[in-house]
């Protein structure tokens, strides 16, 4: 979001960059839950609904990787 509208908030970005390097998972898993209770807090948006894409592939193809919009598609490991 700070990408689109300049919206930040700095204790968050520091908080990001000590996630991303945290080694132990469980802690890590614990700072983005912290992040996220801090984004909802302090965030200009409220998020309502998010919708969801159903994919559907045959049993012989392989490798297909969807990311998090429908048209974010690997297909460089797909294989028939």
Do not use: C
Not at 9 to 23: C, D, F, Q, R
Not at 52 to 78: C, E, F, P, S
Request: no cysteine; proline share 5%.
């Amino acid at each position: 979001m700070a990408g689109l509208n300049g919206w930040q908030i700095p204790e968050l970005n520091k908080a990001t960059l000590a996630a991303v390097a945290e080694p132990d998972p469980a802690k890590r898993l614990g700072l983005y839950k912290t992040m996220q209770e801090t984004l909802l807090q302090h965030s200009p948006y409220v998020f309502i609904d998010q919708g969801k894409t159903q994919i559907v592939v045959r049993d012989n193809v392989k490798g297909y990787q969807q990311g998090l919009n429908a048209d974010m598609v690997w297909y460089d490991n797909v294989t028939k």
